[in-house]
């Protein structure tokens, strides 16, 4: 009940377009999602973080989905370009920002 | 304000000595938190620390453990080194109900 899943493991796109990479959980307690970018020899930075009252959170080319209901959350990388090329995390949280889950990861790779 | 601080940056350790690792939060974060990395199971949360408890806990043996002081800086120490403790160690600091900010992380290599 603690997992998040992530997929896919791994990811190519065209320089210009969409990556999309989805995330789900099963803890209901969960009241936090946020999303982490790391590149290689760098840990994780935040990047983009949505709560369940909302159902989209969008941050320049970035944008979360939430979809309670379902209890999946997803990241939209719009006209991706290959500086965004690293390894992305979902994770859940609960009992004000304790007890972070993160899900297994994405390897992004941006085709220039 | 600066970030995350951990020391060192790399570290080589032969099977069966034990390390200890250093993380400086940002200013005014009263929790830090450890998670271990590896090419095979990701993010693995270790413990968390808040006004020097212990606060949480995760899966792993006895022989990782940590400590905050005062001033909100935490160690971790490995005893009895395995190779299998080879990883990147990250620290994360938060505040309240902040996110977690991650340091760039020790990389361990035990031989």
């Known amino acids: 009940q603690q997992q998040v899943k992530q997929s896919p493991q791994s990811l190519i796109v065209q320089k210009g377009g969409i990556s999309i990479i989805n995330c789900a959980y099963e803890?209901?307690?969960?009241?936090?999602f946020p999303w982490y970018q790391q590149f290689p020899g760098k840990g994780p930075a935040l990047l983009i973080a949505i709560r369940p009252d909302v159902s989209e959170k969008k941050e320049g080319r970035f944008t979360i989905s939430f979809n309670k209901s379902a209890k999946q959350f997803s990241l939209h990388i719009m006209d991706s370009q290959p500086g965004d090329s690293a390894t992305y995390f979902c994770a859940a949280s609960g009992n004000y920002g304790q007890n972070f889950v993160f899900g297994p990861g994405t390897r992004l790779s941006v085709l220039p | 304000k600066a970030g995350v601080t951990q020391t060192p940056r790399y570290l080589i350790k032969t099977r069966g000595q034990q390390v200890t690792l250093s993380c400086s939060p940002i200013?005014?974060?009263?929790?830090v938190s450890w998670y271990q990395q590896t090419p095979g199971q990701g993010l693995q949360f270790l413990f968390e620390y808040f006004s020097e408890t212990q606060r949480n806990k995760g899966n792993f043996p006895g022989r990782f453990s940590g400590r905050q002081f005062s001033n909100s800086r935490s160690e971790m120490n490995v005893s009895t080194l395995e190779l299998g403790d080879s990883a990147l160690y990250l620290c994360?600091?938060?505040?309240?109900?902040?996110?977690?900010?991650f340091g760039n992380g020790t990389r361990l290599t035990v031989t």
């Open positions: 803890n209901t307690a969960f009241d936090y």
């Open positions: 994360a600091s938060s505040w309240g109900n902040s996110p977690l900010h």
């Open positions: 200013s005014g974060h009263r929790s």
